[in-house]
Each structure stands twice: as C-alpha cells, then as structure tokens.
C-alpha cells in the first residue's frame, strides 16, 4: 500500500452528537446575525469594501420568504479600479518568496478550520446545501489550500535544463500576471477558493467574481483570504451579475489568465471572447475551463445492487443533484432492468427531501427560483412523452423539486443528452455490457462515470474504453478529493488540466528559459578546472 | 478535535479499573476449564471435516495465498446474482483461472472445462457448493422451512434465537416488508414452538430458558433512512416498529434480542431499545436484550448505563456481550475519512475487555442476564470460571454462538453444563451470502480463534493465554 504523501482534511464525523450541535449552534448564530444585523456583502477593492447602490438581495431556497442577504454589486467603475489597484500591486506580489505565499495559503486552510461550522452554515442557508456536503464543500477547501501551497514549491527553484561548458541554461516560472477567477454557485467555497489560490500562489494577482447566487459565501472567502495576509493590491472580490461584471472582468485588456467554473454556454462564449484580442490588449488570453457533464453509471448484471442502488441516489440525487460531476443517465445492462428500476424509483421516492437547514435532508432546494422554473419545465415535457416518476412534494416553501426519474426517454431526446443540472435522472437498459460502454460514451461531455460490476473482464474493459476524466468503479461517481482523485474532464468538459492534481499550477505560470554564456575571452570554468 | 465528551458512549470510563478481585489460582482454573473443551473438540475434528465439506476446502485453499484468499471471496461473493451456467463458468475463470494450478487437480479440471456440457455441470456444482456451504450457517428461506432444524436444535440441548437476513433496506416498502417478515416470523415460532416436546425447559431454573423461542433483529433494517443526522425521526420510528414487534413478540412467548450494529447507529439502536423497554407497556417485559460490543472503547460506559437503565426500568434485561462484528468494515471508515476509530486497534485489547467487562455482568448478573457470544474457549471459559468463583451458579446465565460456526465448542460446554443458545439465521440466498462471507471471512481471519483452533494447530496454552490491553489501546 503506498502511504499518501497528502492528508485529505478530515469530513466532520456527524455520527457524534457534539459535533453535531456545533454546526446547529453555527446555524443558530447565523440566523441570529441575518435577523438582527443583517448579511451583507460588498465588493472589495484594494483591501477597502465598497457600497454600491446596484443591489442584490439573495433569498433562502429553502424557505423563500425569507430574505437571506444584501448584496452590493460591483460597477462597471470598480472593475476599472480593481484592475488598476491589481496592476500596481502584482509586481510587488510576485516578487515574494514563493515559501511566503505558500504560508498565506497555510493561514487561510487554518482560519477555515477554526470557522468550518460557520463556513458550512453559511453554504447551507445561501446555496441550500445540506449539512454533510456543506462539510465536505469546506474540506475540500481547505485541502486546495494545503495542497498548493505544498505543489507550488516545485517552481521556487530554476530547473537546470543541461550543462554544456561555457553555457548555462535553466527553465525558470514565472506568474502569468493578472488572473480572473469566475466562479461557480455550486461549489460556492471550494471551487472560487481553489481557483483563487491557485492564481495567488503561483504569484499572480487576482480578481474574484464569485455567482451572484453565492456572493455571500464569496465575500467570506475574499475577507478570509485578506486576513490570512494576501496583500490587498493583489487581490480583489468583485461581486455582480456574470452578464455585466463577468462580460467586463474576462473582455479586459488587463488580464493575462481567466480561471472560470460553469456552464457550457458560457465556458464557450468565454473562450471565444479570449481569443478576440481588443485593442492594446497585452496578450493571447489562457483560459482554464471547467464545464458541465452528462454523466452516467452503468450497472453490470453482476453488480451487487445494494451498493449500485446506493451509489446510484447519492450520485443523481445528493445537493439535488446539482454538480457537474452528478449522475444523470443510467443504463442497465440486461433483464433485471425494470425490477432493479422500480426498486430505484421507490428508494429516491424515500429519501428525505427539505429545507437544507434540519440535518435530516437528503435533497435539498435547487438553488433559485430560475432554476426551479427551468426544471418543472422540463419535467413537464418530458412526461408529455415517456414515463416520469417524481418523488411526492414535501409541501415546504422553497424551491424544492423532488427526486425525478424519467424512464427510457428517446436517446434522441435533450433529456438523455444535455445536463439538466438537478435531482433529475433517465435511465435505459442495454442487452450487453459493450453496448452499455458505447452508449456512455456517446456524449458531447466527458466528466465523471461509474460501473457497477463484479466481472473483471467488463471492469477492465471500462477501465481502457469508458473515456472520462473521472472513472469510478462499483462506488458513487461524485464527491472527489483533492490529490486522491484529480478532477476535471475532457471534450466539451472542459479545457485545462485537473483541479487538485500535480499539473494543475503549470497552467498558471509561464516557463521561461535563460540562457547564459559564462565562458570569457576562451575562459570557460567547467573545462578550466578539470 | 471531533471527540465528543458530552455523548453518553462517551465519557470517561467509569469501569476503567473494574478489575478481577484477587482469586487464588484463578488463571489455572480458567486454563482447566480450556483445556477440557478444547480436548473436546480435537476429538471431534475428523467429524466435522466430513461433514462440512466444502467450507473446509475453502477455508483451507484460502488460507494458502492472500491473492486466492481475495479471489475466492469475490467469487462467492458474485455467485448468487448469476444466473446462467455460461455466467457461473466465465466468472470462475476470470476470478480463479490463473490461481488453477494450486488447487488440486480435480477443482483446476472444474475450472478450464473442455465443453460446454461440462460447463453446466460445473456450474451446478459449484452452485451446489455455494449452498452447501451457506446451508451450514444459515438454516433455510423461510421460518416455516426452517422449524424442521430449529427444532433438532432443542432436541441436541440447543437453545436457539432467530435472526432474519434481508437485502441493505432502501425503502420504506423494504422496510415494512421486512417488518412483516419478523411479524411473520414470530407468528410461526409462536404457534408451533410452544407445542414441542422439545420446547421443554432445558435448564429449569436458569431465567435464559424460561422461553423456548427467541428471535434477534437488526433494527436498522426497518426503517430506510436511518441516519445520525436523522436522529429524532429515526429514534421515533424505529421505536414505534420495535414496538410492534414487542408486542408480536409477547404474544407468541418469545424473547427479543435488539442486536448491535456499527457504532454510527448504534447511539439510535440503544435509544431506540431504551425507549420502547422503559414504556409503560413494556417496561414489565422479563429479559428483552440488547447487545454489547467489547471491541468499542465505549463500552464499559455503556453497560454502567445499561446498568442504570435496568434499576431504573426494574426488571432486569439480558445482554450479550460480544467483541463486535464490524471491525474491519469501521476501521476502513475511519481510515477513509481520518477519523480516530471507536474500537480499540488490537484484539488482544477486545479480547481483554470481552473479559473486564465478564466479570461486570456476572457482579450485576441480577439486573443484567448475561448470555456470553463468542466461539473463543478462552473467552467463555473465563466467564464460567469467573462465575464460579463468585459463587454464581450456571443457571444465572448462558452462553451464545453462531449456528455452523464453532458446533463442537457449543456442545463442549453444553456437555459441561451450560445453557447454550445458537445464533440461527434465516433467508433467501441472495441477501444470505453478505452473512456467508462475513463469517468465512471471519474464520480465515489472522486474529480468529476458530482459525487458530481448526486450522492452525495453534498450541493449546497459546490459545489459552490470559488476554492483555495493548499499550496502543490503554
Ligand atoms: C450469538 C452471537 C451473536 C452475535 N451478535 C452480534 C451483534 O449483535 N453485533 C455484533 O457486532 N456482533 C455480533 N456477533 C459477532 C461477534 O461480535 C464476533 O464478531 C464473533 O463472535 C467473533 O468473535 P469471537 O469471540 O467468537 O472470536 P475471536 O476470534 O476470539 O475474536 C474475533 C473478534 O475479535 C475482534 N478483533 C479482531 N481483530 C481485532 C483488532 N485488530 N482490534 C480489535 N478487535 C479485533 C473482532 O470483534 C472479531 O470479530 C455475535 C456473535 C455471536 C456468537
């Protein structure tokens, strides 16, 4: 067994009742805060927060009546200003040792620890995130931390490349210059933290816009990551709507980098709009894409349906299945396709649909009433034309759409090929596990997948066919840890390498070789002293 | 930083320094008493080798390589969900077809088979095999197909407690069918266990035997959506269907044994158990029982509570102590997700406390009936021995092991006076093969006294050795 050369931050173990009041008592400041003060969040430019007059008020999915936050959203004259308080500040940023900025990135991991159960009420009452994975979303935040500042040595040092007498040569890394992060809502911590920290510690300055639906979690991770000793002309949080400020932040002549998380769409229009040079722009704009999936889990004849069923409803169903690395097509191979689909259907019917406050919930709110609408739509269509088994409404007030299951739509239909991005899920069944591996593979996107199986044959056969960025063998096909399991895909999955795995940094950094001639006048020091 | 020292599993432990009082030559006679069941039992070797045949092959083949020992394990494991012979002989290809060679020469025939025909024959055979194998632990699908062995159970001088296999439950239709299956259950042992010549009373005065049948239920598996986070709803629940069952359970003569899971749930199981045995309606009920795991850190704190729980309720319960059934699967957990384990980290540490905590239940033997379960000589032998010396007679507690398990050893001490109850599980195949592996597994374990016992040879003083807390563990 080798031994991890990297230790996960550990998920709070809820089974223990003290741990488990710890975040209701979290939950409880919080609302008190939100009654009384307020939540408020602001941009932050050069270490300062603004008042804007464009604001923003974010309800609570799971109980829309209430109002959750204020948001002040950026200008258009903020962004100007960020951008020019960054252009002073990164020359200074990039000239500190890197062992510096690591130690910052140590700091912030540690003042989340000291905040975890704060940090997760806030995700679970901004986003609806219920409890468990609004741990795990704060966990994994903190392991982006630790792990890059601990990969970001590997650029402290030239790497001498040969040594030719009378030549020296080393590859050197330098920081990009200015990097824009937009990030996205449903990793509202872990993803905007990964992809900031990413940027800083590689030495570039760094403009966050978080979703305007997490702008709250946002601006707590902006605050954090100043106290942790970012300086504050190397870094800036920009809140607004990705139309307006996004559109302004990426189209910038100023930025060297964009760092986004998201839709397909938009990941499209994004890197579009990088490769139009505006004019005086300074350079070809890199930009890291991590986009949507349509991912699916086949169960094998074989599987051993207790675990396939499990894996499958926390897969599809688990944050209302509202990550790209979610489950939304599942194929069945063989004649057990209806029995183990009924079994399926009753089991989601079950599990625990509510506000993501109480602990008890399994599935909580979709994120907002856009999505709430978009998704109903959705269903609707789709039981004009096939089978559609919807779990029973809870009767709550938010916007909670309960887990969905749409039987042997056509695989013509948008259902089986485009994300739906909620507790949504179709399923076929197959006559052979081959034809399982090409239907699965027959997709535009290329995230996540799963098998269950107990043939070795089959299990080698996905293994080399079932081409995704994350496969996962007879286990449920999300929740990925950093430097465990590296995450991130290919096709229109995205561009870039993997989140949380060793080549993640390089995409931030430019290699730059030196070339130095040390011999003078026939005076060559290697071949001198030999 | 996640340790909780509010819980009640959890604060110091209060029977830390419950120690043996001082017995002149204490040690000799538990190693006496050892030493005449396990001359018992070599005696019976040859027997049981015959008799259960094809577990023996399996433990033995996988005792020879870890890669074998896996591969057979996988094997088994997928067996029940094939269905065509084809299916059977393709997977014992893949899982043992480059292992063929150290097996002996008529299984490799069975493994590379020349034609198809043979295919089918060895399929039957090794589904054959597969059921054999789960018929010696498991004693049939249903309860009315199982009365047949349920009764030569009494009728060799068993006791017996029933418990129910079933499917990982994932619904709440799952789970009232499992409900109903246990109602079903205590139905059928109600109406024809009670008419048994062989229902009478196996040790008069012994309170353990003042009912013939018994049943023993995995509580989780009545409610789908037990969880820690879901605590309140699942207390709630699984004390309303504990209930029924209770009251099932009254009605047919039966004792209930709540049986003890992994240490997330079992704050609910113990909840759960205390709430419905403290009711009003059944706070009278003579001898319901839970269980407790000697392996857990907690649980000497857990019986001082159990303890109180009985003074309080005032009528005693029985427990069964055990070293605890989950050993591997907790410790992958909090591996997994680098959480400290609640189990101690040694066996010799579970063993050690299996004995600390003996001795609590034969001090308190009045307000708790202890029914001492495990297939270690050295283990029981303690309990009884310590039970002698406290003057506290044979009849005032029992002890338990599992149907298939360790036959020899129960009627080794059942020869030697001891109300002996068996462990009898009961189910479809399917569900059953989860249990079959787990307790092949637990018998080709390295820590296993069975292994150490049948296939070792390990030597009669080693086997007996007074047990000691690891460092680690203290
Ligand atoms: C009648 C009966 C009912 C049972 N009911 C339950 C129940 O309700 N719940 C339950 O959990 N179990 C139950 N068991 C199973 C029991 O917990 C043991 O797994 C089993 O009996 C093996 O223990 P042993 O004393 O017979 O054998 P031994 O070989 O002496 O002990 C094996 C046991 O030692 C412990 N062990 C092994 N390695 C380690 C280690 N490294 N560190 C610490 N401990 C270790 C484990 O508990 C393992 O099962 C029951 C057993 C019987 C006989």
């Known amino acids: ?530 | 930083m996640l340790s909780d020292p509010q819980s009640h599993l959890q604060r110091p432990d209060p029977a830390t320094e419950y120690l043996p009082a001082t017995i002149p030559s204490f040690e000799d006679k538990v190693t006496d008493l050892g030493k005449k069941i396990l001359a018992g039992i070599r005696v019976e070797r040859a027997s049981i080798l015959s008799k259960q045949y094809w577990s023996q092959r399996f433990m033995e083949w996988s005792t020879k390589t870890p890669s074998l020992k896996r591969n057979l394990f996988r094997l088994v494991d997928v067996l029940p969900s094939l269905e065509s012979s084809d299916a059977i002989s393709d997977h014992i290809a893949q899982y043992l077809g480059d292992e063929a060679s150290t097996l002996p020469t008529w299984a490799a025939w069975g493994i590379r088979p020349p034609g198809s025909a043979t295919k089918a024959i060895m399929a039957s055979g090794v589904r054959l095999g597969v059921r054999q194998m789960a018929a010696q632990f498991i004693a049939g699908e249903t309860p009315r197909a199982a009365l047949g062995t349920l009764r030569s159970i009494r009728r060799s001088g068993f006791a017996f407690t029933v418990d129910l296999l079933g499917e990982y439950c994932v619904s709440e239709r799952e789970a009232e069918s499992y409900l109903k299956r246990y109602i079903e259950c205590l139905t059928v042992l109600g109406s024809s266990v009670p008419k048994w010549r062989e229902s009478r009373s196996l040790m008069q005065d012994n309170p353990g035997d003042s009912r013939a049948a018994c049943v023993s239920v995995k509580l989780t598996a009545l409610y789908s959506q037990v969880s820690s986070l879901n605590q309140k709803r699942s207390v709630t629940l699984l004390s309303d269907r504990l209930a029924l069952l209770a009251n099932e359970a009254r009605q047919a003569n039966a004792q209930i044994y709540v049986d003890a899971e992994d240490s997330a749930n079992n704050e609910i199981i113990y909840k759960a158990f205390k709430r419905v045995f403290s009711s009003a309606e059944f706070r009278g009920d003579f001898l319901v029982g839970c269980v407790v795991q000697a392996y857990s850190r907690h649980a000497a704190t857990l019986l001082t509570d159990l303890l109180s729980f009985s003074k309080e309720r005032g009528c005693p319960i029985a427990i069964r102590l055990v070293k605890g059934a989950y050993w591997d699967h907790e410790t992958t957990v909090a591996r997994q997700n680098g959480w400290s384990s609640p189990l101690f980290s040694h066996k010799s540490s579970a063993d050690a406390n299996f004995e600390r905590l003996s001795r609590f239940l034969i001090d308190n033997h009045e307000r708790l009936f202890p029914a001492f379960g495990s297939h270690n000589v050295r283990s029981l032998s303690h309990a009884c021995v310590y039970a002698e010396s406290r003057g506290v007679p044979k009849s005032a507690f029992e002890l338990q092991m599992l149907f298939g398990m360790a036959d020899p050893i129960a009627r080794a001490y059942r020869h030697h006076g001891h109300l002996v109850r068996l462990y009898v599980p009961l189910g479809p195949l399917l569900p059953g093969m989860g249990y079959l592996v787990r307790r092949l597994l637990e018998n080709t374990s390295n820590e296993s006294f069975l292994r150490h016992t049948f296939f070792d040879d390990h030597t009669t003083d080693a086997l007996l050795t007074a047990p000691q807390f690891d460092p680690e563990d203290r």
């Open chain 1, 1 to 530: 067994m080798n031994t991890p050369f990297f230790v996960n931050e550990p998920f709070t173990d809820f089974s223990v009742s003290s741990n488990r009041k710890l975040l209701r008592d979290a939950l409880e400041r919080l609302e008190s805060t939100r009654s009384t003060a307020g939540l408020v969040a602001y941009p932050i430019i050069n270490g300062q927060r603004r008042t804007t007059p464009n604001i923003f008020e974010r309800e609570d999915p799971s109980t829309k009546d209430i109002q959750l936050g204020t948001i002040h959203f950026a200008s258009r004259d903020d962004v100007d200003e960020a951008f020019s308080s960054i252009e002073e500040g990164r020359l200074g940023w990039q000239d500190t040792p890197i062992s510096e900025r690591a130690s910052i990135l140590n700091r912030a991991a540690s003042i989340m620890q000291d905040r975890r159960h704060d940090l997760n009420a806030l995700i679970i009452r901004e986003v609806g995130k219920p409890w468990k994975e609004a741990d795990a979303d704060v966990a994994e935040a903190i392991d982006f931390c630790r792990y890059y500042a601990e990969r970001a040595f590997h650029f402290a040092s030239p790497i001498a490349t040969s040594d030719i007498p009378g030549e020296e040569n080393v590859l050197v890394y330098h920081p990009r210059g200015t990097a824009v992060v937009i990030a996205p809502w449903n990793f509202p911590f872990a993803i905007a933290c990964g992809m900031t920290v990413a940027a800083l510690v590689t030495g570039n300055g760094t403009i966050l816009k978080p979703a305007e639906q997490s702008s709250l979690v946002g601006f707590a991770l902006a605050e954090l990551l100043l106290a942790a000793g970012v300086p504050p002309n190397a870094f800036a949080f920009l809140p607004g709507q990705g139309e307006d400020i996004g559109r302004a932040l990426v189209e910038d002549k100023r930025v060297d980098l964009i760092c986004f998380t998201g839709s397909r769409a938009v990941g499209q229009q994004i890197i579009s709009s990088a490769a139009t040079p505006y004019p005086e722009q300074r350079a070809i704009k890199r930009v890291i894409a991590e986009l949507g999936g349509k991912n699916a889990i086949i169960v094998d004849e074989d599987a051993d349906e207790d675990d396939a069923i499990r894996g499958i409803l926390a897969s599809a169903f688990g944050f209302a299945g509202q990550k790209c690395s979610a489950c939304s097509r599942l194929i069945v191979v063989g004649k057990q396709y209806s029995r183990f689909i009924e079994r399926l259907i009753e089991a989601a019917a079950d599990l625990i649909v509510g506000p993501s406050a109480q602990p008890e919930t399994v599935v909580g709110p979709v994120v907002d009433d856009d999505a709430y609408q978009r998704l109903n739509r959705t269903i609707e269509h789709a039981r004009q034309e096939c089978r559609v088994v919807v779990a029973a409404r809870n009767g709550s007030e938010g916007y909670f759409i309960p887990p969905t299951i749409i039987v042997d739509p056509p695989l013509t239909s948008s259902w089986w090929s485009e994300e739906l991005f909620g507790p949504v899920i179709c399923t076929t069944s197959v006559a052979t596990f081959d034809d399982a591996l090409r239907l699965a593979t027959d997709s535009p996107y290329a995230l996540t997948g799963g098998v269950f199986s107990r043939n070795p044959r089959n299990l080698e056969a996905a293994k080399r066919h079932f081409a995704v960025g994350n496969l996962y063998l007879n286990r449920a096909i999300t929740g990925a840890l950093v430097a465990r399991q590296p995450f991130g895909g290919s096709r229109m999955s995205g561009i870039g390498s993997k989140a949380g795995g060793p080549d993640y940094l390089l995409q931030f950094v430019e290699p730059r070789t030196i070339t130095e001639n040390t011999s003078r006048r026939g005076f060559v020091p290697e071949i001198a002293s030999s």
